[in-house]
Structure formats: structure tokens, C-alpha cells
């Protein structure tokens, strides 16, 4: 397991390689609150010569709202450093996850599909910030302004 920022251990296992004009991204473990640091890790060593970055999600069984939160943020950074951005793996819960915030009910949703579509992951976004907020005011902190 890969270390947090705040000297605990995060319950996300990352590996990063980069191979030709691509960087592959495979996560293993829960994609939850302390992912954040991890993921963004991936992006710090891009170069001009870059232009994919494929998240493999095959070792994810579990994610909840500030995982997703997290994964939404390394897209869009990935996006702002000019990559095309891939990812595959989509395990059921996550994808169950994903239907859930984005208010589509029921099995076959096609979620996974939908992530593609810088729509639907700007929805994915602002819902799972209100999820967030809402979680973190009902623990007793001010929603993030």
C-alpha cells in the first residue's frame, strides 16, 4: 500500500508506467477518501512525449464518493496536460457507485460507457461534491465553500 500525506497508509495501491507515448495507471485496493495524493502522484512525472494515460480499475472493487471525487480530478488534470485519458476495469460497485450519484436507476446503466463523455463526468463531479458536502456537514463541519 502506498503511504497518505498524513503518515497513515491509504487503502489504494497504485502502479505507474510509462511505456512509449502512454502512461498506464493500475489501482488495486478501495478508491476512497485517501486516494487523492496517490493518483495525482501518477501525473507528476509526465513528459511532452505523452499523450495517453489508461487507468486500469480491474483491481478496484470498492469506490465511494471521494474516490470517484478523485478519480474525476486526475481526469481533468490529465486533460489540462494534454492527454487522452482511458479507463478501463470498471468493477460492478464502483459502476453501481457511479449510478447512483449521477441519479440513473437501476442495473445496466451503462455508467462505465457513459465516463467517456466529459458531460457526464462533469455531472459525476458536481453531484459527488454535493454528496461530500452534505456527508461532511451531517459529521458536523461546514460543507467547502
Partial sequence: MEPSGDGSRA???VEIQHCASSVLVSAAGELGEDAGEVLQQALNYVTTDERDLLVDLHGVATM???GLFHLLALHRRAELLGLRVLV??????????MAVV????GPGAAVAERYSLAGFRRLLEDRAQRVRDTSAFAAGWLPRA
Fill in 11 to 13: 487503502l489504494i495501491n
Fill in 64 to 66: 465511494d464518493a471521494d
Fill in 88 to 97: 478501463t476495469g470498471w468493477q460492478p460497485q464502483p459502476q453501481q457507485l
Fill in 102 to 105: 449521477a441519479g440513473i436507476p
